[in-house]
């Protein structure tokens, strides 16, 4: 497991500082750490925006077609001028989530990760990982908080939704304290669902040691990135 947050690259059960992106010498040096093999990354939420579009019921006929449109709606909407690689999943009928990156850099990953004999098996944002492993255990529609604090405890990251699949995303690049976060953030969000008839019950958060109290019952998950995970 590798895993990129904004000042820390956790690799094998071991933690080391970053600026921002990590450098490929500092990559290089966390790759050649773990034993050689595939690897599983989990890259920040910033660094693979994430967009939920819903309510397309025609696509464009043919894979690269549709791969096009995808690619255009995701820089368009993101309002991002570098070329991005786009990964889109279909959650339900007409619903698909994109989650994408500039392809420079994700190509530059793939690369070095393969040089040093670690490739890479598969790239997550860390809120997808996050709710990839809760998925099997939840029961009624609920929120989740993908959060990446700062050295002041201010906090980048993702609010996602669902109900019986994924409903909403929103993501934040802005910083904010966490009672910020639910005054600004959680609550609008509540109150739209709510109105929507798709109320949650539960809020999950990850990335905090404690949160404020808020309308929904709270649940901080671990704080923590396994050495290890099934691919």
């Known amino acids: 497991m590798v895993c990129l947050e904004p000042h820390r690259v956790h690799a094998g059960g071991r933690t080391k500082p970053a600026e921002g992106l990590p450098s490929e010498d500092l990559l290089a040096q966390v790759l050649s750490d773990l034993p050689k093999g595939p690897t599983k990354w989990i890259v920040d939420d910033l660094s693979a925006p994430a967009l939920l579009?819903?309510?397309?019921?025609?696509?464009?006929?043919?894979?690269?077609?549709?791969?096009?449109?995808?690619?255009?709606?995701?820089?368009?909407?993101?309002?991002?001028?570098?070329?991005?690689?786009?990964?889109?999943?279909?959650?339900?009928?007409?619903?698909?989530?994109?989650?994408?990156?500039?392809?420079?850099?994700?190509?530059?990953?793939?690369?070095?990760?393969?040089?040093?004999?670690?490739?890479?098996?598969?790239?997550?944002?860390?809120?997808?990982?996050?709710?990839?492993?809760?998925?099997?255990?939840?029961?009624?529609?609920?929120?989740?908080?993908?959060?990446?604090p700062d050295r002041d405890g201010n906090?980048?990251?993702?609010?996602?939704?669902?109900?019986?699949?994924?409903?909403?995303?929103?993501?934040?690049?802005?910083?904010?304290?966490?009672?910020?976060?639910?005054?600004?953030?959680?609550?609008?969000?509540?109150a739209f669902l709510q109105r929507e008839d798709r109320a949650p019950k539960e809020l999950f958060v990850w990335g905090a040691r404690d949160w404020p109290e808020g309308p929904l019952a709270t649940r901080i998950l671990p704080f923590e990135i396994p050495a290890q995970e099934a691919l």
């Open 155 to 190: 906090c980048t990251g993702t609010l996602a939704a669902w109900g019986r699949t994924l409903t909403l995303l929103r993501q934040w690049g802005d910083p904010a304290a966490p009672g910020t976060w639910m005054e600004e953030r959680v609550a609008p969000t509540i």
């Open 53 to 148: 579009l819903k309510d397309f019921v025609e696509l464009p006929a043919g894979t690269e077609a549709k791969d096009a449109f995808f690619r255009w709606r995701y820089a368009h909407h993101l309002a991002l001028d570098a070329p991005q690689s786009v990964q889109a999943l279909e959650v339900e009928e007409a619903s698909w989530l994109l989650v994408g990156m500039p392809e420079l850099l994700r190509e530059s990953w793939l690369q070095l990760a393969l040089r040093l004999g670690r490739p890479i098996h598969s790239l997550l944002p860390r809120w997808l990982w996050i709710y990839n492993r809760l998925a099997p255990s939840l029961q009624a529609p609920g929120l989740l908080l993908s959060l990446a």
